[in-house]
């Protein structure tokens, strides 16, 4: 195997990690009732009863608010499909793994702002931005790599109607026939 398969493999196997976990995190977004009343079943803690007492009323008497939680789990499915475009050019998309790593950072801010405004105490906002924090991790991984695979081909993927790099022997020639 060359240099370049192998580091496409490896690639491959830290997408698929990311990609799962993002599915997963979205699937355990739609029964949150029923998963607040197991996890309550197992733990006797206070916030978690009060997010499962409120979750229960909600889904009594106002069962649309929870709707918002079905578009949360859509959000984390659809992100997940983004990152297939790594997988199949992972130089020409990293900007995919460059978005994601943007909104990882912008976890932490939600949480210290919204958390606050909606009660939510601070452990609870320090778990959430552990999410941002971990899920950065193998992003970081991934652009390494992929800028590794990128120097390996001699520079960033040109597709069709690309603009060629200054300073490249393209825009060199381009100048001198303008």
């Given at each position: 195997?060359?240099?370049?398969?192998?580091?496409?493999?490896?690639?491959?196997?830290?997408?698929?990690?990311?990609?799962?976990?993002?599915?997963?995190?979205?699937?355990?977004?739609?029964?949150?009732?029923?998963?607040?009343?197991?996890?309550n079943s197992l733990i006797s803690h206070?916030?978690?009863?009060?997010v499962g007492d409120g979750l229960?009323?909600?889904?009594?008497?106002?069962?649309?608010?929870?709707?918002?939680?079905?578009?949360?789990?859509?959000?984390?499915?659809?992100i997940a499909v983004f990152f297939y475009g790594v997988h199949r050019d992972p130089v020409r998309n990293i900007w995919i793994?460059?978005?994601?790593?943007?909104?990882?950072?912008?976890?932490?801010?939600?949480?210290?702002?919204?958390g606050p405004i909606r009660g939510i105490p601070f452990g609870w906002s320090v778990?959430?931005?552990s999410f941002g924090v971990f899920g950065v991790i193998p992003l970081l991984?991934?652009?390494?790599m992929i800028k590794r695979l990128e120097a390996l081909a001699g520079g960033p993927a040109a597709g069709p109607g690309a603009e060629p790099r200054?300073?490249?022997?393209?825009?060199?020639?381009?100048?001198v026939t303008s």
């Open positions: 195997m060359t240099e370049r398969s192998v580091l496409l493999r490896r690639i491959r196997v830290w997408l698929t990690l990311f990609i799962v976990c993002l599915v997963l995190s979205g699937l355990t977004a739609f029964p949150l009732v029923s998963e607040l009343h197991w996890a206070e916030w978690l009863r009060r229960e009323r909600a889904d009594a008497d106002y069962p649309f608010l929870l709707y918002g939680t079905d578009w949360l789990a859509f959000a984390h499915l659809v793994v460059e978005a994601g790593m943007i909104a990882c950072a912008g976890i932490i801010p939600l949480a210290l702002i919204c778990i959430d931005m991984v991934l652009r390494r200054p300073g490249s022997a393209a825009s060199a020639g381009a100048a």
